[in-house]
C-alpha cells in the first residue's frame, strides 16, 4: 500500500495537474493545448486548415493526433477541403480577422497579409462564414470546431466579430461549449498616435461542437 502511495506521489510531482481558465496571456502556443485537453481526445484526427508556420502547434506533441496540417501554401483552400463528409473529429480555423484596405496601415495589413483577401469587415465575417459551412461538412457529430478572432474597428466603430460568429456557428448547426480569452503580451500596433476608442488586445478562441 505504501509503495501505491509513494508511485501516486512521483506521478503528481513528475505530472502535477494544472487548472484550465478562460483567459490567460500568452500566445497561441499556450491555449491550444488547454483546449485540446478538454476538448479533444488523443488519437483523434484533427484538421488545422490554416497551418501556417504552426505556431498553435509549438507546444503540442502532434504525433498524438491524426495530424493534418494545411493551408493555401500547401495548395488546401479552407473553403474547399480535400476530406469526405463526417470524416474529422477536430478542425481549427484561424482566417485573417482584421480587413485590408486603404484605411489600414501598410504594416498592419502586411502583419496579418490579408489585402488581396479582405476589403472590409462584411467580407472578414463572410470569409468565416465558408470555412464555418466547410468544417460542417467534413466534421462528425458531436466534432469540435475551434475558431480564433478578434474584434476589430471601422470607421471608428466597434466591430464585435466574436458576437457575429457565435451567431453564424450556432446558426450553421453547432453549439458553443467554451470561449477563451487571449491576453497578448505585446503591443498592438497603431496607426495614429490618438485614439477614440480602446485598441484591441485580446482575442477569443471559440469552441463549438456540431450538433447535427
Not at 478538454?38 to 483523434?44: A, D, E, I
Not at 493534418?68 to 473553403?79: E, K
Not at 472590409?120 to 469540435?144: D, N, P, Q, T
Amino acid at each position: 500500500m505504501q509503495q501505491s502511495h509513494n508511485a501516486e506521489m512521483l506521478r503528481d510531482k513528475v505530472v502535477p495537474w494544472m487548472p484550465h481558465y478562460s483567459a490567460l496571456t500568452g500566445t497561441n502556443a499556450d491555449l491550444l493545448p488547454h483546449i485540446l485537453d478538454l476538448y479533444v481526445k488523443r488519437g483523434s484526427t484533427i484538421a488545422d486548415v490554416t497551418y501556417g508556420r504552426g505556431v498553435f502547434w509549438q507546444g503540442i506533441d502532434s504525433t498524438q493526433y491524426d495530424f493534418r496540417p494545411s493551408d493555401l501554401l500547401t495548395g488546401v483552400d479552407f473553403l474547399d477541403l480535400p476530406y469526405e463528409d463526417r470524416s474529422i473529429d477536430c478542425l481549427t480555423l484561424d482566417p485573417p480577422y482584421m480587413h485590408g484596405g486603404k484605411t489600414v496601415h501598410k504594416n498592419i495589413d502586411a502583419c496579418y497579409q490579408n489585402a488581396s483577401v479582405t476589403y472590409g469587415h462584411g467580407s472578414i465575417i463572410r470569409l468565416y462564414a465558408g470555412g464555418i459551412l466547410e468544417a460542417a461538412r467534413v466534421l462528425r457529430k458531436r466534432g469540435v470546431l475551434i475558431l480564433k478572432c478578434q474584434d476589430e474597428t471601422e470607421g471608428n466603430k466597434q466591430r464585435l466579430s466574436h458576437v457575429e460568429l457565435i451567431q453564424l456557428v450556432e446558426l450553421f448547426g453547432f453549439e458553443i461549449v467554451d470561449l477563451f480569452v487571449l491576453v497578448s503580451q505585446s503591443m498592438p500596433m497603431m496607426r495614429h498616435k490618438y485614439q477614440k476608442s480602446a485598441r484591441k488586445n485580446h482575442s477569443y478562441a471559440l469552441v463549438a461542437r456540431f450538433r447535427c
